[in-house]
Protein backbone atom coordinates (compact mmCIF):
# COMPACT_ATOMS: atom_id res chain seq x y z
CA UNK A 1 0.00 0.00 0.00
CA UNK A 2 1.62 3.16 -0.99
CA UNK A 3 0.48 6.94 -1.22
CA UNK A 4 -3.18 7.01 -0.69
CA UNK A 5 -5.53 4.49 1.22
CA UNK A 6 -9.33 4.76 0.20
CA UNK A 7 -11.84 3.16 2.13
CA UNK A 8 -15.18 3.23 -0.04
CA UNK A 9 -18.65 3.58 1.86
CA UNK A 10 -20.57 2.53 -1.18
CA UNK A 11 -19.40 2.02 -4.76
CA UNK A 12 -19.68 5.77 -5.01
CA UNK A 13 -17.90 7.46 -2.17
CA UNK A 14 -15.24 7.10 0.09
CA UNK A 15 -12.82 8.19 2.44
CA UNK A 16 -9.33 8.99 1.08
CA UNK A 17 -6.41 9.03 3.75
CA UNK A 18 -2.51 9.66 2.88
CA UNK A 19 -0.48 6.90 3.76
CA UNK A 20 2.69 7.66 5.30
CA UNK A 21 4.34 3.84 5.79
CA UNK A 22 3.22 0.71 5.69
CA UNK A 23 4.17 -0.67 9.02
CA UNK A 24 2.49 -4.29 8.64
CA UNK A 25 0.62 -6.77 5.60
CA UNK A 26 -0.41 -10.11 6.83
CA UNK A 27 -3.69 -12.21 6.27
CA UNK A 28 -4.38 -14.29 9.65
CA UNK A 29 -7.10 -17.60 9.29
CA UNK A 30 -9.92 -15.39 9.05
CA UNK A 31 -8.74 -12.31 7.25
CA UNK A 32 -6.54 -9.84 6.26
CA UNK A 33 -4.54 -7.54 9.02
CA UNK A 34 -2.83 -3.87 7.58
CA UNK A 35 -1.46 -1.27 10.10
CA UNK A 36 -0.55 1.93 8.03
CA UNK A 37 1.35 4.44 9.30
CA UNK A 38 -0.60 8.23 8.01
CA UNK A 39 0.09 12.16 8.98
CA UNK A 40 -3.69 12.83 9.74
CA UNK A 41 -5.04 9.97 11.77
CA UNK A 42 -1.81 8.21 13.25
CA UNK A 43 -1.20 4.60 13.35
CA UNK A 44 -4.43 2.85 11.38
CA UNK A 45 -5.90 -0.84 12.03
CA UNK A 46 -7.32 -2.14 8.86
CA UNK A 47 -9.30 -5.72 8.57
CA UNK A 48 -10.07 -6.53 4.85
CA UNK A 49 -9.25 -3.49 3.86
CA UNK A 50 -11.76 -2.01 6.16
CA UNK A 51 -10.27 0.52 9.00
CA UNK A 52 -11.22 -0.65 12.36
CA UNK A 53 -9.58 2.04 14.84
CA UNK A 54 -7.40 4.76 14.35
CA UNK A 55 -4.94 6.68 17.08
CA UNK A 56 -6.60 9.97 16.75
CA UNK A 57 -10.13 9.19 16.92
CA UNK A 58 -10.81 5.67 18.56
CA UNK A 59 -11.40 6.96 21.74
CA UNK A 60 -15.07 8.05 20.53
CA UNK A 61 -16.34 4.54 19.54
CA UNK A 62 -14.66 2.90 22.75
CA UNK A 63 -15.83 5.47 25.21
CA UNK A 64 -19.51 5.31 23.93
CA UNK A 65 -19.94 1.43 23.43
CA UNK A 66 -18.48 1.17 27.31
CA UNK A 67 -19.44 4.25 29.65
CA UNK A 68 -22.42 4.63 28.65
CA UNK A 69 -24.23 1.48 29.36
CA UNK A 70 -21.55 0.87 32.62
CA UNK A 71 -22.48 3.94 34.07
CA UNK A 72 -26.58 2.78 33.41
CA UNK A 73 -26.35 -0.39 35.03
CA UNK A 74 -26.70 -0.11 38.67
CA UNK A 75 -24.19 -2.50 40.15
CA UNK A 76 -22.06 -3.95 36.99
CA UNK A 77 -19.43 -6.95 38.31
CA UNK A 78 -19.34 -9.35 35.13
CA UNK A 79 -18.83 -7.56 31.89
CA UNK A 80 -18.55 -9.90 28.38
CA UNK A 81 -16.59 -8.56 25.43
CA UNK A 82 -17.24 -10.02 22.14
CA UNK A 83 -14.47 -9.10 19.49
CA UNK A 84 -12.79 -6.29 20.53
CA UNK A 85 -9.43 -7.77 19.83
CA UNK A 86 -7.72 -4.37 19.32
CA UNK A 87 -8.41 -4.15 23.55
CA UNK A 88 -9.98 -0.16 23.54
CA UNK A 89 -12.94 -1.71 25.06
CA UNK A 90 -11.75 -3.20 27.76
CA UNK A 91 -9.45 -0.53 28.62
CA UNK A 92 -12.24 1.86 29.12
CA UNK A 93 -13.68 -1.20 31.21
CA UNK A 94 -11.13 -1.11 33.61
CA UNK A 95 -12.08 2.56 34.31
CA UNK A 96 -14.31 1.04 36.26
CA UNK A 97 -13.11 -0.45 39.27
CA UNK A 98 -16.09 -2.01 40.65
CA UNK A 99 -16.29 -4.22 37.55
CA UNK A 100 -14.67 -7.35 38.79
CA UNK A 101 -14.45 -9.75 36.00
CA UNK A 102 -14.34 -9.11 32.45
CA UNK A 103 -14.40 -12.18 29.48
CA UNK A 104 -13.59 -11.36 26.33
CA UNK A 105 -14.64 -13.91 23.05
CA UNK A 106 -12.18 -12.87 20.11
CA UNK A 107 -12.14 -15.19 17.56
CA UNK A 108 -8.62 -14.12 15.96
CA UNK A 109 -5.81 -13.99 18.22
CA UNK A 110 -3.46 -12.16 15.76
CA UNK A 111 -5.67 -9.14 15.99
CA UNK A 112 -4.86 -8.59 19.78
CA UNK A 113 -1.02 -9.75 19.12
CA UNK A 114 -0.98 -6.81 16.48
CA UNK A 115 -2.59 -4.55 18.63
CA UNK A 116 -0.73 -4.65 21.88
CA UNK A 117 2.80 -4.38 19.00
CA UNK A 118 1.41 -0.83 17.23
CA UNK A 119 -1.45 0.79 19.28
CA UNK A 120 0.10 -0.23 23.13
CA UNK A 121 -2.44 2.53 24.68
CA UNK A 122 -5.21 1.04 22.91
CA UNK A 123 -4.30 -2.28 24.30
CA UNK A 124 -3.00 -1.16 27.30
CA UNK A 125 -5.41 -3.12 29.65
CA UNK A 126 -4.38 -7.16 28.59
CA UNK A 127 -1.93 -7.68 31.75
CA UNK A 128 -4.75 -6.80 34.03
CA UNK A 129 -5.92 -9.77 35.99
CA UNK A 130 -9.92 -8.93 35.91
CA UNK A 131 -9.12 -9.88 32.21
CA UNK A 132 -10.19 -13.10 30.84
CA UNK A 133 -9.08 -13.78 27.10
CA UNK A 134 -10.57 -16.31 25.29
CA UNK A 135 -10.00 -16.85 21.87
CA UNK A 136 -12.78 -18.52 19.90
CA UNK A 137 -15.57 -17.92 18.21
CA UNK A 138 -18.08 -15.35 20.22
CA UNK A 139 -21.51 -16.75 18.63
CA UNK A 140 -20.28 -19.72 20.09
CA UNK A 141 -18.90 -18.74 23.53
CA UNK A 142 -22.23 -17.26 24.43
CA UNK A 143 -24.27 -20.47 23.73
CA UNK A 144 -25.84 -21.74 26.61
CA UNK A 145 -24.72 -18.97 29.32
CA UNK A 146 -27.85 -18.17 31.50
CA UNK A 147 -27.62 -14.78 33.31
CA UNK A 148 -23.67 -14.95 33.34
CA UNK A 149 -23.49 -11.21 32.81
CA UNK A 150 -24.48 -8.06 33.94
CA UNK A 151 -23.18 -6.01 30.62
CA UNK A 152 -22.16 -7.55 26.99
CA UNK A 153 -20.49 -5.26 24.83
CA UNK A 154 -20.33 -6.28 20.73
CA UNK A 155 -17.64 -4.61 19.46
CA UNK A 156 -18.16 -6.55 15.58
CA UNK A 157 -16.42 -6.19 12.24
CA UNK A 158 -18.81 -4.89 9.93
CA UNK A 159 -22.02 -7.47 8.72
CA UNK A 160 -20.06 -9.57 6.67
CA UNK A 161 -16.95 -11.91 6.68
CA UNK A 162 -16.09 -13.33 10.42
CA UNK A 163 -18.40 -10.85 11.23
CA UNK A 164 -21.85 -11.52 9.88
CA UNK A 165 -22.93 -14.02 12.40
CA UNK A 166 -22.68 -11.12 15.09
CA UNK A 167 -25.89 -9.19 13.49
CA UNK A 168 -27.97 -12.35 13.40
CA UNK A 169 -31.12 -13.03 15.26
CA UNK A 170 -29.88 -15.83 16.99
CA UNK A 171 -27.21 -14.50 18.27
CA UNK A 172 -28.77 -11.83 19.87
CA UNK A 173 -30.77 -14.44 21.06
CA UNK A 174 -27.94 -16.01 22.87
CA UNK A 175 -26.92 -12.64 24.58
CA UNK A 176 -30.46 -12.21 26.01
CA UNK A 177 -30.09 -15.41 27.67
CA UNK A 178 -26.38 -14.80 28.68
CA UNK A 179 -27.37 -11.08 30.35
CA UNK A 180 -28.72 -11.09 34.18
CA UNK A 181 -32.05 -10.30 34.08
CA UNK A 182 -30.75 -6.13 34.96
CA UNK A 183 -28.47 -6.89 32.17
CA UNK A 184 -27.65 -4.35 29.20
CA UNK A 185 -25.63 -5.06 25.93
CA UNK A 186 -24.42 -2.30 23.47
CA UNK A 187 -23.44 -3.17 19.82
CA UNK A 188 -22.16 -1.67 17.16
CA UNK A 189 -24.48 -1.41 14.26
CA UNK A 190 -23.73 1.01 11.29
CA UNK A 191 -24.98 4.02 9.56
CA UNK A 192 -28.28 5.41 8.40
CA UNK A 193 -26.79 7.24 5.97
CA UNK A 194 -25.52 4.95 3.64
CA UNK A 195 -27.22 1.75 4.99
CA UNK A 196 -30.61 2.72 5.95
CA UNK A 197 -31.72 -1.06 5.35
CA UNK A 198 -29.30 -2.96 7.33
CA UNK A 199 -29.76 -0.54 10.23
CA UNK A 200 -33.84 -0.87 10.14
CA UNK A 201 -33.22 -4.28 9.90
CA UNK A 202 -30.78 -5.27 12.77
CA UNK A 203 -33.41 -2.94 14.77
CA UNK A 204 -36.08 -5.23 14.13
CA UNK A 205 -34.38 -8.36 15.30
CA UNK A 206 -32.89 -6.69 18.41
CA UNK A 207 -36.34 -5.07 19.32
CA UNK A 208 -38.28 -8.82 19.02
CA UNK A 209 -35.88 -9.60 21.67
CA UNK A 210 -35.16 -6.82 24.08
CA UNK A 211 -37.85 -5.13 26.02
CA UNK A 212 -35.35 -1.46 25.52
CA UNK A 213 -33.99 -1.40 22.19
CA UNK A 214 -32.79 2.17 21.24
CA UNK A 215 -30.37 3.37 18.49
CA UNK A 216 -27.66 6.14 19.46
CA UNK A 217 -24.96 8.37 17.74
CA UNK A 218 -22.09 8.97 17.89
CA UNK A 219 -19.49 11.04 15.59
CA UNK A 220 -16.52 8.77 14.51
CA UNK A 221 -14.92 10.73 11.52
CA UNK A 222 -13.44 7.49 10.11
CA UNK A 223 -16.14 5.96 10.05
CA UNK A 224 -18.07 5.95 6.91
CA UNK A 225 -19.98 9.47 6.90
CA UNK A 226 -18.31 10.11 10.39
CA UNK A 227 -22.03 9.04 12.17
CA UNK A 228 -22.30 6.27 13.60
CA UNK A 229 -25.48 3.93 14.75
CA UNK A 230 -24.83 2.36 18.30
CA UNK A 231 -27.61 -0.02 20.02
CA UNK A 232 -28.10 0.06 23.62
CA UNK A 233 -30.37 -2.77 24.79
CA UNK A 234 -31.19 -4.26 27.98
CA UNK A 235 -33.89 -5.71 29.72
CA UNK A 236 -35.25 -3.63 31.95
CA UNK A 237 -32.72 -0.51 32.61
CA UNK A 238 -33.50 3.18 30.47
CA UNK A 239 -30.21 5.29 29.55
CA UNK A 240 -31.70 8.32 30.32
CA UNK A 241 -33.92 7.76 33.65
CA UNK A 242 -31.34 5.08 35.26
CA UNK A 243 -28.11 6.88 34.34
CA UNK A 244 -25.73 7.86 37.65
CA UNK A 245 -24.10 10.87 37.17
CA UNK A 246 -22.91 10.85 40.27
CA UNK A 247 -20.58 7.68 39.79
CA UNK A 248 -19.65 9.57 36.44
CA UNK A 249 -18.44 12.36 38.52
CA UNK A 250 -16.85 10.51 41.37
CA UNK A 251 -14.90 8.21 38.58
CA UNK A 252 -12.90 11.17 36.75
CA UNK A 253 -12.97 9.53 33.44
CA UNK A 254 -11.56 12.22 31.25
CA UNK A 255 -13.25 11.32 28.51
CA UNK A 256 -12.48 13.39 25.05
CA UNK A 257 -15.88 12.65 23.81
CA UNK A 258 -18.28 11.05 26.07
CA UNK A 259 -19.87 13.01 28.68
CA UNK A 260 -23.42 13.09 30.56
CA UNK A 261 -24.82 15.50 27.78
CA UNK A 262 -23.51 13.46 25.10
CA UNK A 263 -24.93 10.50 27.21
CA UNK A 264 -28.80 12.45 26.63
CA UNK A 265 -27.70 13.80 23.50
CA UNK A 266 -26.67 10.73 21.53
CA UNK A 267 -29.99 9.46 22.19
CA UNK A 268 -32.32 11.98 20.25
CA UNK A 269 -32.32 11.24 16.75
CA UNK A 270 -32.58 12.90 13.39
CA UNK A 271 -35.83 12.12 11.83
CA UNK A 272 -34.93 10.11 9.13
CA UNK A 273 -33.14 7.61 11.62
CA UNK A 274 -36.03 7.85 14.17
CA UNK A 275 -38.27 6.98 11.42
CA UNK A 276 -36.00 3.96 10.62
CA UNK A 277 -37.17 2.46 14.44
CA UNK A 278 -40.92 3.11 13.74
CA UNK A 279 -41.25 2.48 9.87
CA UNK B 1 -13.44 16.90 -14.10
CA UNK B 2 -13.62 13.08 -15.15
CA UNK B 3 -13.98 10.14 -12.91
CA UNK B 4 -13.59 11.17 -9.24
CA UNK B 5 -13.62 14.43 -7.73
CA UNK B 6 -11.59 14.62 -4.26
CA UNK B 7 -12.25 17.74 -1.61
CA UNK B 8 -9.36 17.42 0.57
CA UNK B 9 -10.17 18.38 4.52
CA UNK B 10 -7.01 18.13 5.04
CA UNK B 11 -3.44 18.21 3.19
CA UNK B 12 -3.78 14.61 4.38
CA UNK B 13 -7.45 13.36 4.33
CA UNK B 14 -10.73 13.78 1.73
CA UNK B 15 -13.83 12.86 0.74
CA UNK B 16 -13.46 11.13 -3.11
CA UNK B 17 -16.88 10.88 -5.24
CA UNK B 18 -17.54 9.48 -8.32
CA UNK B 19 -18.35 11.50 -11.60
CA UNK B 20 -21.35 10.99 -13.59
CA UNK B 21 -21.12 13.96 -15.79
CA UNK B 22 -19.49 17.56 -15.64
CA UNK B 23 -22.53 19.39 -16.08
CA UNK B 24 -21.15 22.73 -15.74
CA UNK B 25 -17.74 24.38 -15.52
CA UNK B 26 -17.70 28.49 -15.22
CA UNK B 27 -15.30 30.90 -13.32
CA UNK B 28 -17.37 34.43 -12.05
CA UNK B 29 -15.90 37.75 -10.95
CA UNK B 30 -15.80 36.12 -7.48
CA UNK B 31 -15.21 32.41 -7.78
CA UNK B 32 -14.93 28.92 -9.70
CA UNK B 33 -18.31 27.14 -10.04
CA UNK B 34 -18.99 23.77 -10.98
CA UNK B 35 -21.69 21.40 -11.26
CA UNK B 36 -21.66 17.93 -11.55
CA UNK B 37 -23.82 15.01 -11.24
CA UNK B 38 -23.09 11.94 -9.34
CA UNK B 39 -24.53 8.48 -8.18
CA UNK B 40 -24.21 8.50 -4.56
CA UNK B 41 -25.33 12.16 -3.85
CA UNK B 42 -27.13 13.57 -7.39
CA UNK B 43 -25.82 16.79 -8.45
CA UNK B 44 -23.29 18.69 -6.50
CA UNK B 45 -22.34 22.57 -6.67
CA UNK B 46 -19.29 23.14 -6.28
CA UNK B 47 -17.39 26.88 -5.53
CA UNK B 48 -14.07 27.02 -5.87
CA UNK B 49 -13.79 23.45 -6.12
CA UNK B 50 -15.41 23.04 -2.60
CA UNK B 51 -18.84 20.97 -2.03
CA UNK B 52 -21.37 23.49 -1.14
CA UNK B 53 -24.33 21.69 -1.68
CA UNK B 54 -25.60 18.00 -2.48
CA UNK B 55 -29.14 16.97 -3.81
CA UNK B 56 -29.20 14.42 -1.32
CA UNK B 57 -28.30 15.53 2.09
CA UNK B 58 -28.57 19.67 1.67
CA UNK B 59 -31.72 19.82 3.96
CA UNK B 60 -29.64 19.09 6.63
CA UNK B 61 -27.73 22.01 6.29
CA UNK B 62 -30.93 24.10 5.17
CA UNK B 63 -33.19 23.09 8.16
CA UNK B 64 -30.83 23.53 10.88
CA UNK B 65 -29.63 26.97 10.10
CA UNK B 66 -33.60 27.90 9.58
CA UNK B 67 -36.34 26.66 11.45
CA UNK B 68 -33.63 26.05 14.81
CA UNK B 69 -33.90 30.37 14.81
CA UNK B 70 -36.89 30.73 13.69
CA UNK B 71 -39.20 28.73 16.09
CA UNK B 72 -36.94 30.27 18.91
CA UNK B 73 -38.26 33.89 18.02
CA UNK B 74 -41.08 34.59 19.64
CA UNK B 75 -42.40 36.72 16.73
CA UNK B 76 -40.02 36.68 13.40
CA UNK B 77 -41.56 38.97 10.94
CA UNK B 78 -38.49 40.29 8.76
CA UNK B 79 -35.34 37.87 8.24
CA UNK B 80 -31.97 38.40 6.27
CA UNK B 81 -30.02 35.81 4.71
CA UNK B 82 -26.90 36.38 3.76
CA UNK B 83 -25.04 34.27 0.80
CA UNK B 84 -26.93 31.46 0.24
CA UNK B 85 -26.74 31.66 -3.16
CA UNK B 86 -28.13 28.23 -3.51
CA UNK B 87 -31.66 29.52 -2.50
CA UNK B 88 -31.85 26.25 0.20
CA UNK B 89 -32.34 29.02 3.11
CA UNK B 90 -34.46 30.90 1.64
CA UNK B 91 -37.08 27.73 0.72
CA UNK B 92 -36.96 26.61 4.35
CA UNK B 93 -37.77 30.42 5.61
CA UNK B 94 -40.98 30.55 3.19
CA UNK B 95 -42.28 27.69 5.36
CA UNK B 96 -42.82 30.14 7.90
CA UNK B 97 -46.00 32.23 6.81
CA UNK B 98 -45.44 34.36 9.49
CA UNK B 99 -42.58 35.77 7.87
CA UNK B 100 -43.60 38.61 6.06
CA UNK B 101 -40.16 40.30 4.32
CA UNK B 102 -37.02 37.98 3.68
CA UNK B 103 -34.32 39.86 2.32
CA UNK B 104 -31.29 38.38 0.95
CA UNK B 105 -27.44 39.64 0.09
CA UNK B 106 -26.00 37.19 -1.95
CA UNK B 107 -22.57 38.67 -3.73
CA UNK B 108 -22.54 36.46 -6.58
CA UNK B 109 -25.84 36.85 -9.09
CA UNK B 110 -24.06 33.52 -11.23
CA UNK B 111 -24.50 31.48 -7.59
CA UNK B 112 -28.38 31.96 -7.90
CA UNK B 113 -28.68 31.66 -11.81
CA UNK B 114 -26.57 28.50 -11.68
CA UNK B 115 -28.81 27.26 -9.02
CA UNK B 116 -32.20 28.06 -10.50
CA UNK B 117 -30.83 25.80 -13.55
CA UNK B 118 -29.04 23.15 -12.16
CA UNK B 119 -30.90 23.37 -8.55
CA UNK B 120 -34.39 23.96 -9.27
CA UNK B 121 -35.70 22.12 -6.34
CA UNK B 122 -33.86 24.27 -3.75
CA UNK B 123 -33.83 27.61 -5.30
CA UNK B 124 -37.52 27.00 -5.99
CA UNK B 125 -38.87 29.94 -3.52
CA UNK B 126 -37.08 33.09 -5.47
CA UNK B 127 -40.26 34.01 -7.08
CA UNK B 128 -41.93 33.84 -3.40
CA UNK B 129 -42.76 37.43 -3.31
CA UNK B 130 -41.87 38.58 -0.11
CA UNK B 131 -38.24 37.81 -1.43
CA UNK B 132 -35.87 40.76 -1.96
CA UNK B 133 -32.72 39.60 -3.63
CA UNK B 134 -29.91 42.07 -3.18
CA UNK B 135 -26.93 41.51 -5.38
CA UNK B 136 -24.07 42.87 -3.26
CA UNK B 137 -21.52 42.27 -0.70
CA UNK B 138 -23.46 40.95 2.47
CA UNK B 139 -20.56 42.93 4.80
CA UNK B 140 -21.54 46.02 2.90
CA UNK B 141 -25.20 45.01 3.12
CA UNK B 142 -25.23 45.49 6.64
CA UNK B 143 -22.90 48.80 7.66
CA UNK B 144 -25.05 50.95 9.29
CA UNK B 145 -28.47 48.71 9.23
CA UNK B 146 -29.91 49.27 12.85
CA UNK B 147 -32.76 47.03 14.49
CA UNK B 148 -33.48 45.59 11.21
CA UNK B 149 -34.14 42.22 11.13
CA UNK B 150 -35.29 40.14 13.81
CA UNK B 151 -33.30 37.02 12.06
CA UNK B 152 -30.37 36.87 10.15
CA UNK B 153 -28.89 33.67 8.59
CA UNK B 154 -25.41 34.21 7.07
CA UNK B 155 -24.89 31.30 4.49
CA UNK B 156 -21.47 31.89 4.01
CA UNK B 157 -18.50 29.73 1.93
CA UNK B 158 -15.54 28.92 4.02
CA UNK B 159 -13.45 31.43 5.44
CA UNK B 160 -11.29 32.38 2.48
CA UNK B 161 -11.85 34.04 -0.84
CA UNK B 162 -14.73 35.58 -0.86
CA UNK B 163 -16.05 34.42 2.24
CA UNK B 164 -13.22 35.68 4.73
CA UNK B 165 -14.63 38.99 6.06
CA UNK B 166 -17.71 37.34 6.98
CA UNK B 167 -16.39 35.86 9.82
CA UNK B 168 -14.15 38.87 11.14
CA UNK B 169 -15.13 40.66 14.40
CA UNK B 170 -16.83 43.60 12.35
CA UNK B 171 -19.13 42.10 10.69
CA UNK B 172 -20.46 39.94 13.49
CA UNK B 173 -20.59 43.86 15.06
CA UNK B 174 -22.48 44.71 12.46
CA UNK B 175 -25.31 42.14 12.12
CA UNK B 176 -25.83 43.00 16.35
CA UNK B 177 -26.34 46.36 15.17
CA UNK B 178 -28.94 45.11 12.16
CA UNK B 179 -30.65 43.16 14.67
CA UNK B 180 -33.56 44.03 16.42
CA UNK B 181 -32.65 43.54 20.25
CA UNK B 182 -34.49 40.24 20.69
CA UNK B 183 -33.58 39.51 17.27
CA UNK B 184 -31.43 36.21 16.61
CA UNK B 185 -28.38 35.35 13.93
CA UNK B 186 -27.47 31.81 12.98
CA UNK B 187 -24.23 31.46 10.88
CA UNK B 188 -21.95 28.19 9.70
CA UNK B 189 -18.90 28.01 11.69
CA UNK B 190 -16.64 24.97 10.41
CA UNK B 191 -15.34 21.48 11.63
CA UNK B 192 -14.46 21.25 15.46
CA UNK B 193 -12.53 17.88 14.31
CA UNK B 194 -10.25 19.44 11.67
CA UNK B 195 -10.13 22.82 12.39
CA UNK B 196 -10.51 23.60 15.83
CA UNK B 197 -8.48 26.51 16.07
CA UNK B 198 -10.81 28.34 13.34
CA UNK B 199 -14.23 27.12 15.68
CA UNK B 200 -12.40 28.27 18.96
CA UNK B 201 -11.00 31.47 17.61
CA UNK B 202 -14.91 32.27 16.11
CA UNK B 203 -16.50 31.55 18.87
CA UNK B 204 -14.37 33.75 21.11
CA UNK B 205 -14.92 37.18 18.93
CA UNK B 206 -19.27 35.96 19.20
CA UNK B 207 -19.26 35.52 22.17
CA UNK B 208 -17.37 39.32 22.99
CA UNK B 209 -20.80 40.79 20.81
CA UNK B 210 -23.50 38.32 21.40
CA UNK B 211 -25.14 37.89 25.21
CA UNK B 212 -25.87 34.20 24.02
CA UNK B 213 -23.67 32.60 21.81
CA UNK B 214 -24.24 28.66 21.37
CA UNK B 215 -22.18 25.93 19.15
CA UNK B 216 -24.20 23.43 17.58
CA UNK B 217 -23.77 20.39 15.53
CA UNK B 218 -25.18 18.78 13.02
CA UNK B 219 -24.43 15.49 10.73
CA UNK B 220 -24.39 16.87 7.19
CA UNK B 221 -22.52 13.77 5.50
CA UNK B 222 -20.77 15.94 2.45
CA UNK B 223 -19.06 18.70 4.78
CA UNK B 224 -15.73 17.51 6.03
CA UNK B 225 -15.81 14.80 8.09
CA UNK B 226 -19.92 15.13 8.76
CA UNK B 227 -19.85 16.69 11.63
CA UNK B 228 -20.30 20.25 11.37
CA UNK B 229 -20.69 23.12 13.83
CA UNK B 230 -23.05 26.32 13.75
CA UNK B 231 -23.45 28.80 15.89
CA UNK B 232 -26.91 30.62 17.26
CA UNK B 233 -26.45 33.86 18.44
CA UNK B 234 -29.26 36.26 20.40
CA UNK B 235 -29.59 38.85 22.27
CA UNK B 236 -31.77 37.63 24.74
CA UNK B 237 -33.47 34.26 22.95
CA UNK B 238 -32.31 31.09 24.17
CA UNK B 239 -32.46 28.04 21.66
CA UNK B 240 -33.63 25.55 24.38
CA UNK B 241 -36.00 27.73 26.86
CA UNK B 242 -38.01 29.70 24.00
CA UNK B 243 -38.46 26.80 21.59
CA UNK B 244 -42.02 27.02 20.21
CA UNK B 245 -43.02 23.36 20.10
CA UNK B 246 -46.74 24.39 19.85
CA UNK B 247 -45.53 26.31 16.61
CA UNK B 248 -43.65 23.80 15.22
CA UNK B 249 -46.57 20.97 15.43
CA UNK B 250 -48.82 23.41 13.77
CA UNK B 251 -46.46 24.14 10.84
CA UNK B 252 -46.28 20.29 9.79
CA UNK B 253 -42.66 21.06 8.13
CA UNK B 254 -41.97 17.32 6.96
CA UNK B 255 -38.39 18.20 8.01
CA UNK B 256 -36.17 15.08 7.27
CA UNK B 257 -33.30 16.09 9.51
CA UNK B 258 -35.06 18.90 12.19
CA UNK B 259 -37.45 18.17 14.54
CA UNK B 260 -37.79 19.16 18.92
CA UNK B 261 -35.35 16.52 19.97
CA UNK B 262 -32.95 17.84 17.40
CA UNK B 263 -33.44 21.30 18.99
CA UNK B 264 -32.33 20.66 21.77
CA UNK B 265 -29.76 17.55 21.21
CA UNK B 266 -27.97 19.54 18.84
CA UNK B 267 -26.65 21.64 21.70
CA UNK B 268 -25.40 18.59 23.68
CA UNK B 269 -21.53 18.16 22.93
CA UNK B 270 -18.67 16.47 22.90
CA UNK B 271 -16.09 16.66 25.38
CA UNK B 272 -13.32 18.23 22.87
CA UNK B 273 -16.36 20.54 21.20
CA UNK B 274 -17.58 22.14 24.47
CA UNK B 275 -13.98 22.31 25.65
CA UNK B 276 -13.05 24.97 22.67
CA UNK B 277 -15.57 27.22 23.48
CA UNK B 278 -14.70 26.86 27.45
CA UNK B 279 -10.49 26.86 27.02
Redesign the interface.
Known amino acids: MKGWF?EFH?????????IKEHLYDGRTKYQKIDVID????GKILLLDNLIMITDR?EH?YHEMMTHLPLLTHKNPRTVLVIGGGDGGVIREICKHPYVERIDQAEIDEEVISIARRFFPKVACAYDNPKVNVHITDGFKFVKNRRSEYDVIIVDSTDPFGPGKVLFCKEFYRRIYQALRPDGIMTAQIGTP?YNATHVKRTFKKLRDIFPVALPY?A?I?TYT???YCLAFCSRQYHPLKHFDKNRYLRLELN?????P??Q??A??????V?KLMND
Chains 1, 2 share one sequence.
Open positions: TTPHVGITIRTPEFDVFMHPDGYCKYYNDIRGFLLPTYA
